[in-house]
Nanobody, 117 residues
Framework: QVQLVESGGGLVQPGGSLGLACAAS????????MSWYRQAPTKERELVAT????????NYADSVKGRFSISRNNLKNTVYLQMNSLKPEDTAVYYC??????????WGQGTQVTVSS
């Protein structure tokens, strides 16, 4: 049974930083690209960052490029998202999933990130 458990969200001031983690189980984690998505209130869920399975190459949405960094630890079956220089428009529920552009599994519960002074 596939499980995706996101953690690390919280309330942060504009310009601050947060680190998210997603613990995955139930599938061969090292064989899949992994991605972070986010969904703000009244908006569609959007792809934020992707990391490939083999080479660890990364790709980012233009809105987070230069501020966010995705990484993975295949021994721990965990994917991370380091978020710096946070803006109010980064406020959303953040989710992880397998796959580079299309989510593979059912969504986890996500983790709320709120950027506000």
């Amino acid at each position: 049974q596939v499980q995706l458990v996101e953690s690390g969200g919280g309330l942060v001031q504009p310009g601050g930083s947060l680190g998210l983690a997603c613990a995955a189980s139930g599938f061969r984690f090292s064989a899949y690209a992994m991605s972070w998505y986010r969904q703000a209130p009244t908006k569609e869920r959007e792809l934020v960052a992707t990391i490939t399975a083999a080479s660890g190459s990364t790709n980012y949405a233009d809105s987070v490029k230069g501020r966010f960094s995705i990484s993975r630890n295949n021994l721990k079956n965990t994917v991370y998202l380091q978020m710096n220089s946070l803006k109010p428009e980064d406020t959303a529920v953040y989710y992880c999933n397998a796959g580079a552009t299309i989510p593979t599994w059912d969504w986890g519960q996500g983790t709320q990130v709120t950027v506000s002074s």
